[in-house]
C-alpha cells in the first residue's frame, strides 16, 4: 500500500492557469456543485462556494501508468487553506494503463472487486454528501456482467468543515481499494493511500 503526500490545487483555484482538460462527463462545478453543494435549503451561497472554479478539470499531477503499474493516482482539494464553516471539495484522480480497467464502485460484485474509496476524516470535518462518481462502462464477459473505469477519470465529495474546527493544520486521509484487470489477466486487490495536508485559519 503506497503513502503519498498530496498538495491542494492553490494554482488552479487562484487563476494562475495550468488546468487541464480531465474528467470529461463528470458534472461541473458550476452546474452541480455550486447550485447544490454550495447553496442551503433557503438557496443562499454557502461558505467557500466558487462557481468560477471546475474541480472536474483542474490539472492533478499523475504519474503515469505502465503495464508494470496500471494504476495510479493522485488528489487535491480545492483550498488547503479553510476557515471554520468552509467546505472544501476533494478530488481524486485516477489512470489505468492501456487495455487495463478497475470495476465500478457501485458495478456487480459477482465479477470483479468493486473499487472502494474510504475516507478517513480529521476532527472538525464531516462528509455530509456522497462520491460523485464517473462513468462506467458496462459490459458482458465470460463470467458476467462487468461494470468498469479506464483511462483518466475523476471521483469528487464536497467536505464540511465545522464552524467548531480546531485552527491548526489537519490531515485528510483517502485510501482507494482496486482490483487492476486486463483483457488477459487479472492482478491481486490493491490499494493506494492518499495524504492531503489542510491548514485551519482564522477569518
Not at 39 to 53: C, M
Amino acid at each position: 500500500m503506497r503513502r503519498i503526500a498530496i498538495i491542494g490545487w492553490i494554482g488552479c483555484v487562484a487563476g494562475l492557469g495550468g488546468c487541464g482538460t480531465l474528467g470529461k462527463g463528470l458534472p461541473t462545478w458550476e452546474n452541480t456543485f455550486a447550485k447544490t453543494f454550495f447553496r442551503s435549503s433557503d438557496g443562499k451561497a454557502l461558505a467557500g462556494s466558487d462557481s468560477t472554479s471546475d474541480p472536474a478539470t483542474v490539472d492533478i499531477p499523475v504519474a503515469p501508468p505502465t503495464e508494470q503499474n496500471p494504476v495510479t493516482v493522485g488528489a487535491a482539494v480545492s483550498r488547503t487553506r479553510v476557515v471554520p464553516g468552509e467546505q472544501v471539495v476533494l478530488v481524486v484522480r485516477c489512470q489505468t494503463a492501456e487495455r487495463w480497467h478497475i470495476y465500478a464502485v457501485d458495478g456487480p460484485v459477482d465479477v470483479g472487486v468493486p473499487t472502494q474509496l474510504n475516507l478517513t476524516l480529521p476532527a472538525g470535518m464531516t462528509q455530509p454528501f456522497p462520491w460523485q462518481l464517473p462513468d462506467a462502462v458496462a459490459a458482458a464477459s465470460p463470467l458476467g456482467e462487468i461494470s468498469t473505469y479506464a483511462g483518466d477519470f475523476r471521483f469528487l465529495i464536497p467536505l464540511q468543515i465545522s464552524p467548531t474546527a480546531p485552527l491548526g493544520k489537519m490531515e485528510l486521509q483517502c485510501e482507494v481499494a482496486y482490483q487492476a484487470c486486463s483483457d488477459s489477466t487479472c492482478l491481486a486487490p490493491g490499494s493506494q493511500h492518499l495524504v492531503i495536508p489542510l491548514t485551519v485559519q482564522s477569518r
